[in-house]
């Protein structure tokens, strides 16, 4: 049950992190968690429309 909530927490951040950096917004706490959170969302935005390009030819 913990690591559920845990898990579900760690999603939450990786979305409020996402929004506040799209909107410009420097977060007030968890600054790290946040920009890391946002840098692998981007690398995994990138790497499926680089997938997405290969098996479209």
Do not use: H, Q
């Amino acid at each position: 049950m913990n690591k559920r909530k845990k898990k579900d927490g760690s999603i939450i951040n990786l979305v409020e992190g996402t929004r506040r950096f799209t909107l410009g917004i420097p977060s007030d706490k968890n600054d790290a968690i946040s920009w890391k959170s946002t840098l692998l969302l981007i690398v995994v935005f990138i790497s499926v429309f680089f997938i997405y390009s290969l098996f479209e030819k």
